[in-house]
C-alpha cells in the first residue's frame, strides 16, 4: 500500500503537526505499508489560487504541467491521508485549493451525460485527520454535518473513493483536550490499518 500524507497546516508546531508526526510513525510501522510520501502543501509553497483566463481553460487543468508532479503523486497512492484544521466549519483555503485544482475533470472524474460522473479514482480510500478548537459536535449539530458532506459526498464520493475515514477532533486547545489520547488514536488506526 502506497500512502500519500496531505499536510494542510502553516507552521510546524502545534497539534497538527504532532499528528502529522505520528501518522508517519504508524505508516513507518505498518508492515502494508510500501511507501510512503509526504506533501505540506505551505511548506511547498503550493498556489492554491485557480487562474482560468484564455491561455488557462478549466476543461485543460487535467494537463496542466505546473501539476503534473502532484498528479503523479494521487495516482501513486492508494490511501490518501489528509492533515488539517477546521477553520470557520471547513478545511483551510490551501486544502480547498489544492482539491480545486488536483480533482479536476478527465483526471478524478469523466462527465457521462448523465446526473452523476464516473469516478476515475475508484479504489483508493481517504482518511481525513481535523482538529478544532470548538466541541466535537458542533460541525455535527450546527453546521449539518457541513465538512463530512462536503468532503465525503462532495468531493470523494464524486471521484470515485468510497471508503472514508473521519478523526474529527475538537476542544483541542483546552488544556484537557485529551491531545495525547486522539494522537494516540490515529496512530493506532494507521498502524493496523490494511488498503
Known amino acids: 500500500m502506497n500512502v500519500l500524507i496531505v499536510f494542510s497546516y502553516p507552521n510546524q508546531e502545534g497539534l497538527n503537526y504532532a499528528f502529522l508526526q505520528k501518522?508517519?510513525?504508524?505508516?513507518?510501522?505498518?508492515?502494508?505499508?510500501?511507501?510512503?510520501?509526504?506533501?505540506?502543501l505551505y511548506q511547498q509553497g503550493f498556489d492554491p489560487v485557480l487562474?482560468?483566463?484564455?491561455?488557462?481553460?478549466?476543461r485543460h487543468m487535467h494537463k496542466d504541467l505546473e501539476l503534473?508532479?502532484?498528479?503523479?503523486?494521487i495516482v501513486w497512492a492508494d490511501k490518501l491521508v489528509f492533515i488539517y484544521p477546521i477553520w470557520w466549519g471547513r478545511p483551510p483555503a490551501m486544502l480547498l485549493g489544492y482539491i480545486d485544482q488536483l480533482f479536476a475533470s478527465n483526471f478524478a472524474y469523466r462527465d457521462k451525460g448523465g446526473l452523476f460522473p464516473e469516478g476515475l479514482l475508484k479504489g483508493k480510500s481517504a482518511v481525513c485527520v481535523s482538529t478544532?478548537?470548538?466541541?466535537?459536535?458542533?460541525?455535527?449539530?450546527?453546521?449539518?454535518?457541513?465538512?463530512?458532506t462536503l468532503m465525503k459526498r462532495e468531493l470523494f464520493r464524486f471521484v470515485?473513493?468510497?471508503?472514508?475515514?473521519?478523526?474529527?477532533?475538537?476542544?483541542?486547545?483546552?488544556?484537557?483536550?485529551?491531545?495525547?489520547?486522539?494522537?494516540?488514536?490515529?496512530?493506532?488506526?494507521?498502524?493496523?490499518?490494511h488498503h
Not at 487562474?51 to 478549466?58: A, E, T
Not at 503534473?68 to 503523486?73: E, F, V
Not at 478544532?132 to 463530512?148: D, F, Q, S, V
Not at 483536550?177 to 493496523?192: A, C, F, M, P, T
Open 132 to 148: 478544532m478548537k470548538g466541541p466535537t459536535y458542533y460541525p455535527l449539530i450546527w453546521l449539518h454535518n457541513a465538512h463530512k
Open 68 to 73: 503534473q508532479s502532484y498528479r503523479d503523486q
Open 160 to 193: 470515485g473513493i468510497r471508503n472514508v475515514k473521519f478523526f474529527e477532533f475538537g476542544n483541542m486547545e483546552r488544556e484537557n483536550g485529551s491531545q495525547v489520547k486522539k494522537l494516540q488514536k490515529v496512530y493506532y488506526y494507521l498502524r493496523r490499518i
Open 51 to 58: 487562474v482560468f483566463n484564455h491561455q488557462k481553460k478549466r
Open 23 to 40: 501518522v508517519i510513525k504508524a505508516c513507518e510501522e505498518n508492515p502494508d505499508v510500501r511507501s510512503f510520501q509526504v506533501l505540506d
